[in-house]
């Protein structure tokens, strides 16, 4: 483990010192690069060039970098070399020519790092001369001959020329600077051949000036083809003709030797010293062609001639009568050739035949044909013949026409009064062109010709009543001889809505919480109708609706008074015209139930009110009862006569005052006399009613000895000692007895004031 650490130290050390045996990796870096082209970038040919590739770099170590250097032209590399020297890099181009020309960068690579220049464009003008070789000087016809081209000095992709008499023969691409050409002379006589090159540089090319001018002899071969042809003159079709082809020479021998026969594009025979072709003449625009040629090696010869054919009869042309026909019609189909040859032909001569296969016609005169006409198109041809010759006409396609049918009548989108109305007539067959005439009544309204398959037969009328739009009829007619008319038009016709009016269900003055509300819209025109309720104030309508009547109701199931408004309907039909109708204003009222609810609370409140107004009135009624007994004078303060008032509660007292007398026949309170009493009774009496008391008489005993007060109990007893002379004396009070009122007395007094007036009277006695 120690002997590991020891290694390891010694390494460590011996890389970050210097000195040591192993050393740091070199740093450095690239600073620049740049290319220079010496000493122009414009030079003439054969200018020693050279490309000079210069860069800085910045290095830590004392040891050379190793560079490899990388020359490119036109982006592709033309040199590629590795060094350690530090100096200029130097691409030399001696001689520079033409294809030299282009872009030039230099790249380096420092132990990965790359670096490249900018581009140098180098251009060299000038080409040399171009000369020209031949082998011979003298040749025959179909001779070859051998033609070299050089471009001295020159490089690159080179593309060379040969003219002949200026006229450019061949064209040779080659990698060298120089080509060959096989040259071969289709007629004798001198002829000058030079050459010249061009060289390619992408995208630019240079061409050279011209080599020099050789001229070279061209000598004629003694072998000449003949043609000859029987007859020559005056040639008619059906002629019988001899054709001949061979040739003529007196010192070369006829081995290799070909001869053919052609006649335009058709070969007729062929041989190797004498052919023949024997054929009837037919007539052509340009006449017949006829061609001999030769051909030996590379060595081409011809003999040419045109012969003019006079015809013998045209090609027949096949017409129809009458010009169009309907299905099952008679038609009459003539074929017929226009001219004929009369010295070599008679017109009896010529017949013709009429092919119609599944549609045979019956021949009467010569060269027509009669029959009807199919329900479907059919295609006719005839052929003229004579003296051997067949003559084809043109195809005749004969397209029967079909009879219109009886025409339908229609409104073309909407019928609305008050508008144009667009009236459709259309048949559902027929052949084209059709006429339609449109009838209202006993008089047209006009005629439109139908002749393209979608055109359509519109007319626009007007109407001030829906009934008259039945009056309408369509006539329609391809070449009858009177039309055929069809049905009277059946249309609904859409009258603009009117008079929009807005009624409610129940009657406004009925219109009450909790029941229903139906608006019902109204309008006058033709259905369907599309119905809008609309409520003053709110742009969205509160329904819509389409009726196919010209009313329609929208209902609120159960209404509240947030219903309470204003409303109105609009409507529109196909005329699309909308109209508006009447603002209705909707008052909700009370329900019936609250106002009984409302009504029975106001009568209970009422006779709340009366009972307690009637019971507070019966007290004061009481209170002053109760008052009067006591202010009674006696006849005798020592009598046993007393007056008992038995007072039970407010209520006893309130209800009546009960007075008893023992022995006595007539009570005191029996009638109350205002007389009776003094100035100051009266005067403590005169501001209450005068009140009729009713007399209770209780037989009981009185008990002189009962005490006058109980408290603690709700009845009060008072004794009055009348005198046995009545009581005539107001002025001799006897003894008084009266209770004072326990604890309640001061609640009484409190609803009560006016019993507080009798606390001053005196203590009874016995």
Not at 440 to 455: A, L
Request: charged share 20%.
């Amino acid at each position: 483990m120690g002997l590991l650490l020891l290694l390891t130290s010694t390494l460590l050390s011996s890389y970050f010192h210097p000195g040591s045996v192993v050393n740091a990796q070199h740093m450095f870096t690239i600073r620049d690069i740049s290319l220079s082209v010496e000493p122009s970038t414009d030079v003439t040919r054969g200018t020693n060039v050279t490309v000079r590739c210069q860069v800085t770099v910045s290095s830590s170590g004392q040891e050379a970098l190793s560079r490899e250097y990388t020359i490119f032209k036109d982006g592709s590399i033309v040199y590629t070399k590795t060094t350690s020297s530090s100096e200029d890099f130097l691409y030399l181009l001696p001689e520079a020519r033409v294809s030299n020309s282009g872009k030039y960068k230099c790249k380096i690579n420092i132990e990965g790092k790359q670096s490249t220049s900018d581009a140098k464009k180098l251009s060299v003008t000038g080409l040399s001369k171009p000369d020209l070789h031949l082998n011979k000087g003298v040749v025959t016809e179909g001779e070859e001959l051998t033609a070299r081209c050089m471009a001295p000095g020159e490089t690159g992709s080179i593309f060379f020329y040969f003219y002949d008499n200026s006229e450019e023969v061949q064209e040779k691409r080659v990698n060298s600077n120089q080509a060959v050409a096989e040259l071969r002379f289709s007629s004798i006589g001198n002829h000058k051949i030079h050459c010249a090159y061009t060289v390619l540089i992408t995208p630019d090319s240079f061409k050279s000036e011209e080599s020099n001018s050789v001229t070279v002899s061209v000598k004629e071969i003694s072998i000449t083809p003949v043609l000859e042809i029987s007859p020559q003159y005056k040639i008619f079709e059906g002629d019988r003709l001899n054709i001949f082809c061979s040739v003529q020479t007196s010192q070369h021998s006829t081995e290799n030797m070909l001869l053919y026969l052609s006649e335009g594009t058709s070969l007729l025979s062929s041989g190797t010293t004498k052919v023949n072709h024997s054929m009837v003449a037919l007539a052509k625009a340009a006449g017949l062609m006829f061609e001999c040629r030769m051909e030996m090696g590379h060595l081409v010869k011809t003999a040419t001639k045109t012969l003019p054919v006079t015809e013998l009869f045209s090609a027949p042309t096949l017409t129809m009568s009458p010009a169009e026909v309907f299905q099952r019609e008679p038609m009459t189909l003539t074929c017929k050739s226009e001219s004929f040859a009369s010295e070599r032909l008679q017109r009896k001569e010529l017949t013709y035949t009429l092919y119609s296969l599944g549609n045979p016609l019956n021949s009467g005169d010569t060269g027509v044909f009669s029959g009807k006409a199919l329900q479907h198109e059919f295609n006719y041809t005839c052929t003229a013949r004579a003296k051997g010759i067949e003559k084809h006409s043109e195809t005749l396609t004969v397209r029967p026409r079909v009879f219109v049918s009886a025409p339908k009548i229609s409104v073309y989108d909407k019928a609305i009064l008050g508008k144009p109305i667009q009236i459709l007539c259309e048949s559902d067959t027929g052949s084209l062109p059709i006429n339609y005439t449109l009838w209202k009544g006993y008089h047209t309204e006009g005629t439109t010709r139908v002749q393209m398959p979608f055109q359509k037969a519109l007319f626009t009328v007007s109407i001030s009543k829906p009934e008259e739009l039945n009056k309408y009829m369509c006539e329609a007619n391809n070449g009858r001889e009177e039309g055929l008319l069809g049905a009277r038009l059946t249309a609904n016709v859409t009258v603009p809505l009117t008079h929009a009016m807005l009624s409610v269900l129940p009657a406004l003055q009925d219109i009450s919480e909790e029941g229903h509300l139906n608006l019902i819209c109204s309008v006058q025109g033709t259905p369907p109708v599309t119905f809008k309720w609309y409520r003053v104030g709110d742009p969205q309508p509160l329904n819509a609706t389409t009726s196919d009547n010209v009313y329609k109701d929208y209902e609120f199931p159960v209404i509240s008074k947030a219903h309470s408004g204003k409303y109105y309907c609009e409507a529109f039909n196909h005329a699309n015209n909308i109209v508006r109708s009447n603002e209705v204003t909707v008052e909700v009222r009370m329900a019936v139930w609250k106002k009984a609810l409302i009504g029975g609370i106001c009568l209970l409140i009422v006779t709340v009110l009366v009972l307690v107004f009637g019971l507070y009135f019966r007290s004061k009624r009481g209170k002053r009862d109760a008052a009067a007994e006591l202010s009674v004078k006696p006849s005798s303060p020592k009598s046993d006569d007393s007056l008992t008032v038995n007072l039970t509660h407010d209520t006893e007292v309130y209800n009546a005052a009960t007075v008893r007398v023992d022995r006595a026949a007539v009570s005191v309170w029996s009638e109350r006399k205002p007389e009776a009493g003094n100035d100051e009774e009266n005067s403590m009496m005169s501001n209450e009613p005068d009140v009729e008391y009713t007399e209770v008489v209780h037989p009981r005993s009185a008990d002189p000895a009962r005490v006058p007060l109980r408290k603690g109990t709700d009845t009060v007893y008072s004794e009055l000692q009348n005198s046995p002379h009545g009581a005539a004396d107001h002025h001799d009070y006897g003894s008084v007895e009266y209770a004072e009122l326990n604890g309640e007395q001061s609640e009484s007094s409190q609803h009560h004031p006016q019993v507080n007036s009798y606390q001053d009277l005196p203590e009874p006695v016995d």
